[in-house]
């Protein structure tokens, strides 16, 4: 189970959203709950928030929505395994996230390749430099 130094009955909703690997830094969660991308039990709130086991908590990130109950509190970030036993996913936004993945990836598949988002390779990079160093 997930490791703790010290029991917590309540922890920030940013520093939480860090510790179950939603964000890579703390000051993105804090970013995301200000922008008004999370909301605890149905409202929006602040990174300070402190919540607790058993919270409904929704996160908006990118293009897809996140809604889950709390089970854990844990102040470290851990291992992914670790992290995904502080929430469990409801089965009506596990499906609808599935469904916008499968949704994406088809629309992707139906583009020309020229069309697709990459980064440029070396040639093309050189290129742009020249062109750049040209008009300069």
Not at 29 to 52: E, L, M
Request: aromatic content about 6%; glycine content about 4%.
């Amino acid at each position: 189970m997930v490791c703790r130094l010290a029991e917590v009955s309540e922890i920030r909703i940013d520093k939480w959203l860090w510790a179950a690997r939603f964000f890579k830094t703390r000051s993105l969660a804090a970013d995301a709950v200000n922008g008004g991308k999370v909301h605890v039990n149905g409202q929006r709130c602040k990174p300070g928030k402190d919540i607790k086991v058993g919270d409904v908590v929704t996160v908006t990130k990118d293009q897809y929505t996140w809604e889950i109950q709390v089970t854990d509190l844990n102040k470290q970030r851990r291992p992914a395994k670790e992290a995904a036993l502080l929430y469990q996913e409801n089965e009506a936004s596990s499906a609808k996230r599935q469904e916008q993945i499968a949704l994406h990836k088809q629309q992707q598949a139906f583009l020309h390749p020229s069309e697709r988002e990459r980064k440029p390779n070396k040639k093309q990079r050189r290129q742009i430099h020249r062109f750049k160093q040209d008009a300069g």
